[in-house]
Nanobody, 125 residues
Framework: VQLQASGGGLVQAGGSLRLSCAAS????????MGWFRQAPGKEREFVAG????????YDADSEKGRFTISRDNVKNTVYLQMNSLKPEDTAVYYC???????????????????WGKGTQVTVSS
């Protein structure tokens, strides 16, 4: 499986961005997908996750109501819609795949089976 993230960029506070992560090489509906981020000097942290079927989604408390994860199992792509962005959302955003279950998505970095290269999101004040 290969994961390719895109959609990052520079945006003003209050703006929106949509990140995409295209997957290839394995049946997309067989694994959960998620987004994590890492700011300079900080540990990588969970942002959002979605089960293989898309029926279950998981959000970090700090982003609840602002970020929405979704997936298109025809296009083999997972999205992260980010609204009302804040300067503290500035980070490199990574998509990740979880092969352990089709029903749930864990929030821990160490549980992920595969990572894509990150995409930089910078929010100016």
């Amino acid at each position: 499986v290969q994961l390719q993230a895109s959609g990052g960029g520079l945006v003003q506070a209050g703006g929106s961005l949509r990140l995409s992560c295209a997957a290839s090489g394995r049946t997309f509906t067989a694994y959960g997908m998620g987004w994590f981020r890492q700011a300079p000097g900080k540990e990588r942290e969970f942002v959002a996750g979605i089960s293989a079927s898309g029926r279950s989604t998981y959000d970090a408390d700090s982003e609840k109501g602002r970020f929405t994860i979704s997936r298109d199992n025809v296009k083999n792509t997972v999205y992260l819609q980010m609204n009302s962005l804040k300067p503290e959302d500035t980070a490199v955003y990574y998509c990740a795949a979880y092969f352990g279950s089709t029903a749930v998505f864990p929030r821990s970095v160490s549980s992920m089976d595969l990572w894509g290269k990150g995409t930089q999101v910078t929010v100016s004040s």
